[in-house]
């Protein structure tokens, strides 16, 4: 692979040297295998401390507290049930494309950013939501 992590392709060296400590650590996520070997261990790891739930008997305050497994099951179900609100709540607070675009430095007209000497007050040209 040209141009990748692991090699220059001037010197054709191993440049790992020259990343950060933390880069350096984290470099075997770069392998598709050791990923989906950690998705299957942590899946193995979920798995087993459910069942490790049905072995011992809980004191909980609360009767729904008796039951295996249940502070997985709803923390899947609370989780599942924000991504869900988030979703309904982007149609309320999505605004149009272009809404920040004349209060945005990086744009090309300098009298739209404001920039310019002469520019007009671009607050005044849009009512805020």
């Known amino acids: 692979m040209t141009g990748s992590i692991n090699s220059s392709p001037r010197s054709g060296k191993d440049d790992r040297a020259q990343l950060p400590w933390l880069a350096r ?3 075997w996520t770069d392998n598709p ?3 989906t070997g950690l998705v299957w261990a942590l ?9 490790a739930d049905f072995i011992y008997h809980k004191h ?11 502070y997985g ?6 989780y599942a049930a924000v991504v869900l609100l988030a979703r309904g ?9 272009g809404y920040y675009e004349p209060l945005a430095t990086d744009t090309e007209d300098e009298r739209a950013a404001g920039s ?6 671009v607050r005044e040209a849009r009512p805020h939501a």
């Open 116 to 121: 310019a000497p002469d520019a007009p007050d």
């Open 43 to 51: 899946a193995a790891l979920c798995a087993g401390l459910a069942l």
């Open 60 to 70: 909980g305050y609360f009767p729904v507290e008796q039951y295996p497994a249940i």
């Open 89 to 97: 709540l982007r149609l309320f607070v999505r605004r149009p494309e």
């Open 33 to 35: 295998r050791n990923v």
């Open 25 to 27: 650590r984290l470099l």
């Open 73 to 78: 099951v709803f923390g899947f179900v609370v």
